[in-house]
């Protein structure tokens, strides 16, 4: 297989992208808390019924608790998970891991993004700063290394951690893959440069034009893009700057016990609206 | 306008006191005390301080104060993105001068859990885990804490499980604020409503208070800023502080 992603277009409807992704994958899911998640994408794994799941993401927390919620994941490898705002704790989630239904491996955010850094620079570890007098290395089994050239402090080697795929949110994408992000990327750049593939959902599709015009606003090139779809809303009921706040009251809503309410609100995202008309 | 304090304000001002001019300060998710707090000293400060945060910005100017710490509004006006990456990097060798950092437990010597309540692999709450704090705790010339409730359940003898050792510089609850001394965490002022007898009888740690005082009162100008970033209370009622 040769080592990117050729082809003029790339645009493929939402269920036909998320069809890539075979039980078991192991997905980093960009974005942070409720901000530019490609919730959408995740939405439709659930739909599609997906189980076995491997989610790497150094602060997830709606994307997280629904795929708790339906059963679709097996391990987590995260830093900080919660919904944040007023909203606490992300209940499923926590439920997962209390009765021991879903395997996590407990990181600090920098020691996650190690792992994904060694495995972008080819590496088989990547040496993280602090982690000492903390209870989570010998938690992991993280070996502690002497520095070769001087006489510093030992240094915690994290082993490379190499997602299948990594599920981005682009605020703009051309139809060959081109990303761009408005506001911060988060970890979006360094989970796209770890994982094998990159998929993404993209709130506009815009000329290519506008990529060459400013080439280094490009946060991911499109040939490490293996497909894409078109969602505006993909981030419901997270933000999506500069385009939409955060609908509070929708994910009070999903917060809500009883399969009806998740049905309801898989049923009220933007993504099925779309799907509905397309049939 | 009172110059009392409230348990909100109490938590909010006494975690904006730690800030200094020209130092880099970080505020992050989870963290809407150290969000106001850090926005707060910004206009009690006559010098000028490096505010960055988990949404990238860099000495904002956000046209409202959002309810997550890590809304993108924080990056509103800023002329650059700092992103997670680069804070994090910023932190480990050595230039954070001072972060924030959430904490479910906190020891005498200032470590934290964020992790579990119980055994960790068969916890009976699983709490959100620590964020950056493992590795920035350790690594910040200065991190600070907070928590809304002050009980021998947050403050404890012995954490359930240590996710960040390095020990806090500073940790502020409704009734009292501490600072580290020598290694450990050592009572620096308790709230003028409380008493030392009250953190003693409260407080899971030992501590030293040789020069524990009540706390100086809120100033006009910190009340004033605190109530313009909180008009209408919501902050206040939100975060559900009482003394006890």
Redesign the interface.
Same mark, same amino acid.
């Given at each position: 297989m040769p080592s990117g992603f050729v082809g003029k277009n790339k645009c493929v409807p939402l269920q036909e992208l998320v069809s890539r992704v075979p039980d078991g994958a192991s997905l980093a899911i960009g974005g @942070?808390?409720?901000? !530019?998640g490609p919730f959408a994408f995740v939405r439709e794994l659930i739909r599609q019924g997906r189980t076995g799941l491997e989610i790497i993401k150094?602060?997830p927390g709606y994307d997280i608790d629904i795929l708790c919620r339906a059963g679709a994941v097996k391990k987590v490898r995260? %830093?900080? =998970?919660?919904m944040?705002?007023?909203f606490g704790?992300?209940p499923w *989630? !926590?439920r997962a =891991?209390?009765r021991?239904e879903v395997v /996590?491996e407990?990181?600090?955010?920098?020691?996650l993004?190690a792992g994904l850094r060694a495995a972008a620079y080819g590496i088989p570890f990547q040496p993280?700063?602090? /982690?000492?007098?903390?209870? /989570?290395p010998a /938690?992991n089994g993280w070996v502690s290394l002497p520095d070769p050239y001087s006489d510093r402090a030992p240094v915690y080697a994290i082993p490379a951690i190499e997602p299948d795929y990594a599920v981005l949110l682009a605020s703009e994408i051309d139809r060959q893959g081109n990303v761009r992000i408005a %506001?911060?990327?988060?970890?979006d !750049?360094?989970m796209s440069r770890a994982s094998r593939s990159v998929l993404v959902v993209a709130e506009k599709l815009v000329d290519t034009q506008i990529f060459q015009d400013n080439p280094e606003s490009t946060v991911v090139p499109y040939f490490m893009v293996e497909a894409f779809s078109v969602v505006p809303g993909g981030a419901w009921p997270g @933000?999506c700057?500069?385009s939409y706040?955060?609908d *509070?009251p929708a994910v009070e809503s999903y917060l809500a016990e009883g399969d009806e309410a998740l049905a309801a609100h898989l049923a009220k995202a933007p993504e099925a609206a779309t799907q509905e008309k397309a049939r | 306008m009172s110059a009392n304090w409230s348990g909100f304000s109490y938590i909010a001002i006494n975690l904006a006191r730690f800030i200094r001019p020209g130092e880099i300060t970080f505020s992050g998710v989870n963290s809407t005390l150290p969000m106001l707090a850090c926005l707060l000293a910004k206009k009690t400060l006559d010098e000028d301080f490096i505010y960055i945060n988990v949404a990238g910005g860099v000495d904002p100017e956000p046209s409202s104060v959002p309810l997550s710490s890590s809304d993108p509004v924080l990056a509103q006006r800023s002329a650059s993105i700092f992103a997670n990456e680069d804070f994090y990097d910023l932190c480990c060798r050595g230039r954070m001068d001072l972060t924030f950092l959430g904490a479910a437990q906190i020891d005498g010597e200032g470590c934290a859990n964020n992790s579990a309540i119980g055994d960790w692999h068969r916890p009976k709450v699983r709490l959100p885990g620590g964020g950056g704090g493992a590795v920035m705790l350790p690594t910040a010339l200065r991190a600070c804490t907070w928590r809304t409730e002050h009980s021998t359940r947050t403050l404890v003898n012995k954490l359930d499980f240590r996710t960040s050792w390095g020990g806090f510089h500073g940790v502020v609850t409704p009734i009292a604020t501490f600072i580290k001394r020598d290694g450990r965490l050592a009572l620096d002022s308790w709230h003028p409503q409380a008493s030392l007898e009250e953190v003693r009888e409260r407080t899971g740690f030992e501590f030293d208070a040789s020069t524990a005082h009540p706390t100086d009162p809120p100033t006009q100008r910190e009340l004033q800023a605190l109530a313009s970033l909180d008009p209408d209370g919501q902050f206040e009622r939100d975060a559900r502080v009482s003394l006890r």
């Open positions: @942070s808390f409720l901000h !530019r150094q602060s995260a %830093g900080i =998970v919660a944040e705002g007023n704790l992300a *989630y !926590r =891991v209390e021991q /996590l407990e990181h600090a955010c920098a020691s993004t993280c700063a602090g /982690l000492h007098g903390s209870d /989570l /938690l %506001g911060t990327p988060h970890w !750049r360094i @933000s700057w500069p706040p955060i *509070y | -």
